[in-house]
């Protein structure tokens, strides 16, 4: 399926879909230099609301920071493009794409400029892995393709060239039938997935690889840590080997688009007892109570479009 709108932020201005066009020489398309992110917004009873909005632009900001891509705008500016691509295309529920690239600034490797175009566009996304993946789990694979290692490409940076090692995992994953796949570091520890973090329980204790093992720092999975430690679970970040996804109790995949999915077998190995585990459950449902504004937003993660 390929996500329409009437309406995308391009350098400063809303204009109609069709005339965000680029130029095929532009720098990222040659070289992968962009950087990005993905946000969701939630039909909240007070209206659409974007969820970790200022945290993700931060994080925007941050990665463009590592490539020394210089953002013409300001965070308060992306935010307020934010809202208004949802409000001006009527979204309710929407998956917010800011990306900021180089453009036509030369083809050398070394672009003639670090000033990047902007774009934020807002779309409507369904369940990322598939209809039917949150409730019934999903198969994953470990991947035969490891993570970038710490000093070839910077994992903290949402970049575009880094998805090129996704796009490797997830169609390998695929091209086996299975739905998603899991990538080790240069370690043999657990890393993340094509586009999700992971959190494997095993006896009521939550583990989650530590950022040290060439992971994107998810916000969902910072969320995630959250909202468990609120309920009184012990969470770990620490270096998991390949068998704690075959001995966990429970397995479950995160991420902005993908939600909280859990996993049900990996490598053919059933996860448990191969369906959705207690504790998956219930920070799913907090996680989406928590988005949709259906509990109290403590940590103030909800930004409202209309206000
Ligand atoms: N890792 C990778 C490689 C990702 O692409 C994503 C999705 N942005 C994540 C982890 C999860 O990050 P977040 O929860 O911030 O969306």
Same mark, same amino acid.
């Given at each position: 399926? !390929?996500?329409?709108?009437? +309406?995308?932020?391009?350098?400063?201005?809303?204009?109609?879909?069709?005339?965000?066009?680029? /130029? #095929?020489?532009?720098?990222?398309?040659? +070289?992968?230099?962009? #950087?990005?992110?993905?946000?969701?917004?939630?039909?909240?009873?007070?209206? &659409?609301?974007?969820?970790?909005?200022?945290?993700?632009?931060?994080?925007?900001? @941050?990665?463009?920071?590592?490539?020394?891509?210089?953002?013409?705008?300001?965070?308060?500016?992306?935010?307020?493009?934010?809202? @208004?691509? #949802?409000?001006?295309?009527?979204?309710?529920?929407?998956?917010?794409?800011?990306?900021?690239?180089?453009?036509?600034?030369?083809?050398?490797? /070394?672009?003639?400029? /670090?000033?990047?175009?902007?774009?934020?566009?807002?779309?409507?996304?369904?369940? +990322?892995? $598939?209809?039917?993946?949150?409730?019934?789990?999903?198969?994953?694979?470990?991947?035969?393709?490891?993570?970038?290692?710490?000093?070839?490409?910077?994992?903290?940076?949402?970049?575009?060239?880094?998805?090129?090692?996704?796009?490797?995992? !997830?169609?390998?994953?695929?091209?086996?039938?299975?739905?998603? $796949?899991?990538?080790?570091?240069?370690? $043999?520890?657990?890393?993340?997935?094509?586009?999700?973090?992971?959190?494997?329980?095993?006896?009521?204790?939550?583990? !989650? &690889?530590?950022?040290?093992?060439?992971?994107?720092?998810?916000?969902?999975?910072?969320?995630?840590?959250?909202?468990?430690?609120?309920?009184?679970?012990?969470?770990?970040?620490?270096?998991?080997?390949?068998?704690?996804?075959?001995?966990?109790?429970?397995?479950?995949?995160?991420?902005?688009?993908?939600?909280? #999915?859990?996993?049900?077998?990996?490598?053919?190995?059933?996860?448990?007892? $191969?369906?959705?585990?207690?504790? !998956?459950?219930?920070?799913?449902?907090?996680?989406?109570?928590?988005?949709?504004?259906?509990?109290?937003?403590?940590?103030?993660?909800?930004? +409202?479009?209309?206000?």
């Amino acid at each position: 399926m !390929t996500q329409t709108s009437q +309406y995308i932020w391009h350098n400063g201005e809303l204009i109609p879909y069709e005339q965000a066009t680029t /130029h #095929v020489l532009s720098h990222a398309i040659h +070289y992968g230099s962009s #950087v990005f992110e993905g946000i969701r917004a939630y039909d909240t009873p007070k209206g &659409p609301a974007i969820f970790r909005l200022k945290d993700h632009i931060q994080r925007l900001f @941050d990665s463009a920071k590592i490539y020394r891509i210089e953002i013409p705008y300001t965070q308060e500016e992306i935010m307020q493009a934010c809202k @208004d691509a #949802v409000a001006k295309n009527g979204f309710t529920n929407a998956y917010l794409r800011p990306f900021a690239f180089l453009g036509h600034v030369g083809l050398g490797v /070394h672009p003639k400029s /670090h000033r990047a175009e902007v774009t934020v566009a807002a779309m409507e996304w369904g369940a +990322y892995l $598939g209809e039917g993946s949150l409730e019934n789990g999903v198969d994953a694979c470990v991947s035969s393709w490891q993570r970038l290692a710490p000093n070839t490409m910077p994992t903290a940076a949402k970049a575009g060239g880094n998805y090129l090692s996704s796009q490797l995992i !997830t169609a390998e994953a695929k091209r086996h039938g299975y739905v998603e $796949g899991i990538a080790l570091d240069v370690n $043999g520890y657990l890393s993340e997935g094509a586009g999700e973090n992971l959190f494997v329980i095993r006896k009521g204790i939550i583990y !989650t &690889p530590p950022t040290t093992a060439s992971i994107l720092p998810g916000l969902t999975r910072d969320t995630i840590m959250h909202l468990a430690k609120a309920r009184g679970y012990e969470v770990r970040e620490e270096p998991i080997a390949r068998e704690g996804l075959y001995l966990a109790d429970e397995f479950f995949m995160v991420g902005t688009a993908a939600e909280v #999915v859990p996993v049900r077998s990996v490598d053919q190995i059933q996860v448990g007892d $191969g369906q959705r585990g207690p504790i !998956t459950a219930e920070l799913q449902q907090a996680y989406f109570d928590l988005v949709k504004g259906q509990s109290e937003d403590l940590q103030g993660w909800l930004d +409202y479009v209309n206000e």
